[in-house]
């Protein structure tokens, strides 16, 4: 069975600075994709980045970037120069099992950028 | 419609009354998601319908819930005799067919379920 695990319950991070949020993952399947969601305060859930099993570069979009490390099995969100609008809960997750589109999520991470 | 669109936005309802929860997935998306949100919680994956395939029910929690999706779109989830712990946001997703793409679902701005 797909499992993730975000063991960060909550992060600070200095404005402008770069932060690192922990994500591991177990599966069986030998394709599968990870993606990242942030949910700020409002409660809508915004995609961020995707990284697929195969994809030999790590995933990159604006400030965000994600550290895949498939041997160790995880996926680690990077946020470079981190701004007050970045403050939110961000969830790790993956598509279930293979053929089956449904995501499972990790517990999340909230986020606090501090001025 | 040009997002997904969830109703009602917030309900409250006293214990032991039954629930429906109603998601009108984007034109088009043939996969629709079910999911719960507790408070200060993940997304726990609730009902997960794919075209005309039967639909993919193990997230559910109990023989409460049940939902069903008309003529491959809207969606409708019943909790019947609620209860204090279904108390959470209720949120739908939706996606295009085939391969779920790179960008994932496209959630609605959920349902909160309050039981009194």
């Known amino acids: 069975a797909q499992k993730i695990t975000q063991t960060q319950p909550g992060m600070f991070v200095q404005e402008k600075e770069a932060v690192t949020l922990d994500c591991t993952y177990d599966?069986?399947?030998?394709?599968?994709?990870l993606f990242w969601y942030k949910q700020p305060s409002s409660g809508e859930m915004i995609f961020l980045i995707y990284?697929?099993?195969?994809?030999?570069q790590n995933a990159t979009e604006g400030r965000y970037s994600l550290n895949f490390q498939k041997a160790r099995k995880s996926a680690n969100l990077v946020i470079s120069a981190s701004q007050l609008g970045d403050s939110a809960m961000y969830f790790c997750?993956?598509?279930?099992?293979?053929?089956?589109?449904?995501?499972?999520f990790g517990t999340g991470t909230r986020l606090t950028v501090i001025p | 419609g040009a997002g997904v669109s969830q109703s009602p936005s917030n309900k409250v309802t006293e214990k032991g009354k039954d629930v429906e929860l109603r998601c009108d997935p984007i034109s088009g998306h043939t996969a629709l998601y079910w999911y719960r949100q507790s408070l200060g919680q993940g997304l726990e994956f609730l009902i997960y319908?794919?075209?005309?395939?039967?639909?993919?029910k193990s997230g559910l929690p109990s023989d409460r819930f049940s939902a069903e999706r008309t003529g491959g779109s809207v969606s409708t989830l019943t909790i019947q005799r609620t209860q204090q712990e279904d108390s959470a946001v209720y949120l739908c997703a939706s996606s295009p067919p085939g391969r779920l793409r790179a960008d994932g679902y496209t959630f609605g701005s959920g349902t909160r379920l309050t039981v009194v």
């Open positions: 319908f794919q075209g005309n395939s039967a639909p993919d």
């Open positions: 599966t069986s399947d030998q394709s599968y994709g």
């Open positions: 990284q697929g099993s195969y994809d030999e």
């Open positions: 997750a993956m598509r279930g099992r293979a053929g089956a589109n449904n995501l499972f």
